[in-house]
Structures are given as structure tokens and as C-alpha cells.
């Protein structure tokens, strides 16, 4: 919603009309004041030919954000593995059939708390699009009266190979908030309806049993959308990690002046889960389209419990470079 106040005089006296005024909640709505100046009355101007100027009630601070602040917490999203020794399928989808309900009993997350009366959801999806309400009753501006949570309940089957590794469950989106319980246990929390997220279950599953998997998400009355997203519209999937186990790898490349020879910027880090592992060393090589080793120095990047993530630069002569018509592909296995 957006109210227009146009200034068209040359006295500086403001005839204040509302040109577009939308109902929409008071604490939501906006005021953009335009001034125009050096202009005949009844003159037409270009919007192009408009000087935009505005101001906060009170400065604003000054706060610098530089490319590797830590003004923000970075969640830790543990890179997936395409294979984790003694493990079969490291990496198992949970997309599919899960039951669901708008309207759970009281300890609702508890494994004696049968779903079997429960509806049937698709997960990954939109709640609103598989036709479930997701807005309940309306209160005044489109909002709804109360918060709604929206419960999904599943039995997953821990592999046995999962015996000794690391168990995660990986939300990729849970719009919005949500709770995960596991076996009727309160794993975690999370906010943010479209940031993947991880939850160590490893305390709470048996290795070659089955556990409950309840997750709690909330439609929160006071969010402001114009599209209704509800549910976990992202996939779930059930990873196994070793104990000492990656938890960023990213890479970062920048040229020199003649945009000939590069520098690949490489930042790892590491979770040394045992007790016996105090450090580690991670090794790497980069093959280029046609799959041919490149010759890199350094290959490796040392690790320990006293610096658990270290950024290396590594030179690179000569890389192909990428644009549309030649999509020059470089692989970095670690």
C-alpha cells in the first residue's frame, strides 16, 4: 500500500492527495513525499526527470560490513558426501507420503500418539496448493485470528550401517517456524521459511530400528506474504556422516589485471567429533573440463581442534574461462 502527496506549487504550500491508498495495516504502511521543483504549473515532467531525496526521522548509524564480517552468525550446513565409508546409502530422501494434521492432540509429539487418523500430505509441497486451509479464520486485514500450527508425523528406518556415524536430519525449506521432535524428543528449533537447515539426531535414533520424525510448523498470524506458502516445501533427507566430518568448503575465484592467470580462494572447515582426532588433513586436487589433473600447490590444508576452518589461496595458470558458448567446467574433489 502506497499514499502519493504531491507538492505541485511554487509557494512550497503542500496540497496533500491521497492518490492511491490501499486498506492494508497500519503499522505496514509507508508515505513517500514528492517534491517537484523548477517547473511551470501544468507542465508534464518524465519520471526520469525526478530528484528522489529522502530521510530518517533520526541518522541512521554507520555500521561497516565488510566481505568477511562476523556482525552475523553463519549457520553451519555440513557439505553432503557422495559416499561415507561403511555407509550404503549415506544420503536417504524422506520425500513422499507423510501424515499430517491441523489439529493435533496434546503431545502430539510423542511416540503414542498415533497419526493414523491424521490426513496424508506430499512432502516436498505447498500446503494451500495440495488443499489444505492454511489461513484458518480471518481477523482484520487479511490476518488470521490465531497462529496455526501444521503437524507432519512419519516412521523412518535407521539403517544399521548408520552404527557409529553421524545422523543428521537436513530440512532444505520448513516454511516457517518449526520444531523437530525425534522418538518425542525436542531436537531444535528453527526460523526462516526458506533456509536449509540441519538436526543432530544422533542421540536420539538406534541404528537399525525405526524412529518417530514429528515436525511443528507454525503459520505465524502476523506474517506478512502476498503468496501463501505453508508446510515443508523443501526436501527432507536423512544423512549419515562420519564422526569427523566436513562443515563448509567453498571456493572463491578472482583474476589478475589481464584476466589470465587466476587465484582460487579455498575456505574449509572441520567438526573433529572424536576425542582421539585432534587433527586432520584435507586433500584436494582440481581437474579441468576434459577431466585432466591440474597441477596446484598447495593440495592440502592442515586442521586441528586450535583451528577447526582455515582459507588457502592456491594460483592457477591459465584456466579456461567460463562464459555462455563455452562452459568450461572445473571439478574440485576433496
Known amino acids: 500500500a502506497m499514499n502519493w502527496y504531491p507538492a505541485v506549487d511554487k509557494s512550497n504550500q503542500t496540497e496533500r492527495t491521497t492518490v492511491s491508498a490501499d486498506r492494508f ?5 509507508r508515505y513517500v513525499r514528492i517534491t517537484v521543483t523548477d517547473f511551470e504549473l501544468g507542465s508534464k515532467a518524465g519520471i526520469a526527470e525526478f530528484k528522489v531525496l529522502g530521510y530518517a526521522s533520526e541518522p541512521l548509524p554507520i555500521v561497516p560490513v565488510g566481505p568477511d564480517t562476523n556482525g552475523w552468525p553463519r549457520p553451519v550446513i555440513a557439505p553432503l558426501p557422495d559416499s561415507v565409508k561403511g555407509v550404503q546409502r549415506p544420503i536417504i530422501d524422506l520425500s513422499g507420503t507423510w501424515k499430517f494434521t491441523q489439529t493435533p492432540v496434546q503431545g502430539f509429539w510423542k511416540n503414542s500418539a498415533e497419526p493414523s487418523g491424521w490426513s496424508d500430505a506430499k512432502v516436498p509441497a505447498n500446503l494451500e496448493v495440495l488443499g489444505f486451509d492454511i489461513r484458518g479464520k480471518q481477523g482484520g486485514d487479511w490476518f488470521p485470528d490465531r497462529n ?3 503437524v507432519y508425523k512419519k ?5 544399521q550401517d548408520y552404527q557409529g556415524k553421524k545422523v543428521l536430519l537436513r530440512f532444505e525449506a520448513a516454511f516457517d517456524v518449526a520444531r523437530i521432535w525425534v522418538n518425542g524428543h525436542l531436537v531444535r528449533t528453527h526460523r526462516g521459511g526458506f533456509t536449509t537447515f540441519d538436526c543432530d ?4 535414533v538406534t541404528p537399525g530400528e525405526d524412529a518417530w520424525v514429528t515436525v511443528g510448523i507454525t503459520a505465524e498470524k502476523n506474517f506478512v506474504e502476498y503468496q501463501h506458502v505453508r508446510g515443508l516445501v523443501g526436501e527432507v533427507k536423512l544423512v549419515a556422516l562420519p564422526v569427523d566430518y566436513m562443515t563448509r568448503l567453498q571456493t572463491e575465484t578472482t583474476f589478475d589485471a589481464t584476466y589470465t592467470d ?3 580462494k579455498l575456505t574449509a572447515g572441520m567438526m573433529l567429533g572424536s576425542a582421539a582426532t585432534t587433527n586432520a588433513n584435507l586433500e584436494f586436487s582440481l581437474t579441468d573440463p576434459d577431466g585432466k589433473t591440474v597441477l596446484i ?4 590444508m592442515p586442521l586441528s581442534a586450535q583451528s577447526l576452518e582455515q582459507t588457502i589461496n ?4 591459465s584456466p579456461l574461462k567460463w562464459d555462455a558458448e563455452h562452459p568450461n567446467l572445473y571439478k574440485l574433489p576433496t
Open 262 to 264: 587466476a587465484t582460487l
Open 25 to 29: 495495516l497500519d503499522a505496514a504502511r
Open 155 to 159: 516412521s523412518i528406518s535407521i539403517p
Open 201 to 204: 539426531i544422533t542421540d536420539y
Open 297 to 300: 600447490e598447495p593440495g592440502s
Open 314 to 317: 592456491i594460483p592457477v595458470k
Open 148 to 150: 496455526i500450527e501444521n
